[in-house]
């Protein structure tokens, strides 16, 4: 682990030595980077003012931001700092070198039951310690999870995160539509139970290559998610498919919570406390050669276009 980084140190644009994009978003991209007085390599996200401005998602990375400076997990990703310039906003992260699952699971197709099984573990972790912090977390997809290059997973977009103060309910409809819950596409208010709804869509789709509900619209998707029983034949592990039918129950006060989860048979080979320490093995290490291998992420062209920013700011307040 690279790690001689100092947290407390504020940074600039002139300590870091670019590479490649490994990502091209909708806010800006995200760039492989040396953090040259350190000698650590890192993750530059790099966001446009203006785009954020001009879209209205201010609040979005603001929150982002604070989700990830506050919270601290094995499972969740280190934001190492932040700094702004006139038109940028620039996250620095841990370089996590075993690119995301989506594009595993397209090289793969389907996960083993054994590899699908400390995936969907650590992910109950990381979501969990989320919700013992008041945070929903909302993003769960294969293209929001991480490895590190021993094989353990992060999470790493915190964009449609949120707090919620005991027992309140958020309205936003936000979220990737195959992973919607049935109470948000019905905007009748959710909270945490949410994101065990969009566990069991994430179990689904590395068992089976594909997830449970799937329309050409969103508005057949949506349909299909509220009114649509799941086709359970590609899930041949009896014990698998039980704890489906517990995480994907349409409405949220019946469905499975963290506690009966862990207790769940699917997970009785793991004991939870050495799950939470990273003490299981992964069943698949990614390849790496060295420390700034970027092989585990797709060549992506930047496309970046830069707007001169002149609105205040302090629309970004100490970041």
Known sequence: MHSSINHKVSYNLEDFKLMRVI????????????????????????????????????????????????????????????FQDIEHLYMVEEFLQGGDLFRLLKNMRTFPLDLARFYTAEIVCAINHLHCRGVIYRGLKPENLALDQEGHIRLVDFGMSKRLKDEEKTYTLCGTPDYLPPEIILATGHNESADWWTVG????????????????????????????????????????????????????????????????????????????????????????????????????????????????VDLFPGF
């Not at 982002?64 to 990703?77: A, D, G, T």
């Not at 057949?220 to 994907?248: C, H």
């Open 23 to 82: 990502y091209n978003g909708s806010l800006g991209v995200i760039k492989i980077a040396l953090h040259e007085p350190s000698e650590t390599p890192v993750v530059l996200k790099i966001i446009s003012k203006y785009t954020v401005v001009s879209r209205s998602k201010t609040e979005f990375v603001m929150r982002e931001r604070n989700i990830l400076k506050q919270i601290k997990s094995p499972f969740i990703v280190r934001l190492l700092g932040t």
């Open 201 to 312: 869509i994430f179990l689904f789709e590395i068992i089976t290559g594909k997830p449970p509900f799937i329309d050409k619209t969103p508005v057949g998707l949506y349909e299909k998610i509220l009114n649509s029983s799941i086709n359970f034949t590609k899930i041949t592990d009896p014990v698998a498919e039980n704890l489906l039918t517990k995480l994907l129950v349409k409405n949220p006060i019946e469905r499975i919570n963290a506690f009966d989860l862990k207790k769940h048979e699917f997970f009785s080979q793991y004991e939870w406390r050495f799950v939470e320490k990273k003490k299981i093995t992964p069943p698949y290490v990614p390849e790496i050669t060295s420390s700034l291998d970027s092989s585990n992420f797709p060549f992506v062209e930047c496309t970046q276009a830069t707007q001169p920013f002149v609105e205040n």
